[in-house]
């Protein structure tokens, strides 16, 4: 079982949609928990961290852990072509001192 | 102001050659990492160092050593290149044992060929 699992895409959602990202892990002690955007050719860009069970919103961007089904997710509101990328999502276990990355998913607002 | 710069951006070079890459950081970062990004977008840590201190040592060839002078420095030295090696090569910072996620470097894609 890889530690960090998400879809890889493409999840193609139409512009003004909402675009749902999940993410599970497999480590029940991970204490931290991020989602960094990657633009083609870029490198990733952190746009939200979630530490603690619930709901976190910044803007359009909703982050939710449920640690006891040891899942994170990713809700873009009004998504816009702008964030058409890949959305990786990263993990910190804490025992380790290092981020484990999912492989990323491939997000499309189509017009 | 650059808060995470590697060098170079681009690096393209054959079989058996040895190469370097160079990150700095003037975040005031305690950690610094080395991750690699396949074709398929996977990144993987390589290393880690804390402080000067080597804290991560993924299971990497020998021929890739890491090197870091300084807190603010981390430099990739790989010898005898191969094909395989061709990937994205992405140094990163964090605070505090990555507790608040990493700023990344903006990349260095080395072509084996």
């Known amino acids: 079982q890889k530690e960090v699992e998400q879809n890889s895409g493409p999840l193609s959602v139409p512009e003004g949609a909402i675009a749902s990202l999940n993410c599970t892990y497999s480590?029940?002690?991970?204490?931290?928990f991020f989602w960094y955007r990657q633009y083609s050719g870029k490198s990733p860009e952190l746009i939200m961290s979630?530490?603690?069970?619930g709901d976190k919103e910044d803007g359009r961007f909703t982050a939710q852990l449920n640690k006891a089904s040891q899942y994170v997710s990713l809700l873009i509101r009004d998504s816009q072509p702008s964030d058409s990328a890949t959305y990786l999502c990263a993990v910190n276990t804490g025992t380790a001192s290092k981020l484990t990355f999912g492989t990323g998913t491939r997000l499309q607002v189509t017009l | 102001d650059t808060a995470v710069s590697q060098t170079p951006k681009y690096l393209v070079t054959q079989m058996g050659n040895d190469k370097s890459i160079k990150c700095e950081q003037n975040l005031g970062h305690d950690t610094m990492y080395w991750y690699k990004q396949d074709s398929k977008k996977f990144l993987k840590i390589m290393f880690s160092y804390n402080n000067k201190e080597l804290i991560i040592n993924e299971t990497v060839p020998n021929r890739f050593s890491p090197k870091s002078p300084d807190k603010a420095h981390l430099n990739l030295h790989i010898n005898s290149l191969e094909l395989g090696d061709s990937a994205v090569y992405f140094c990163?910072?964090?605070?505090?044992?990555?507790?608040?996620?990493?700023?990344f470097g903006s990349g260095t894609r080395l072509t084996v060929v």
């Open positions: 979630i530490y603690s069970n």
């Open positions: 990163a910072s964090s605070a505090d044992r990555a507790d608040y996620g990493y700023t």
């Open positions: 480590d029940r002690v991970s204490q931290s």
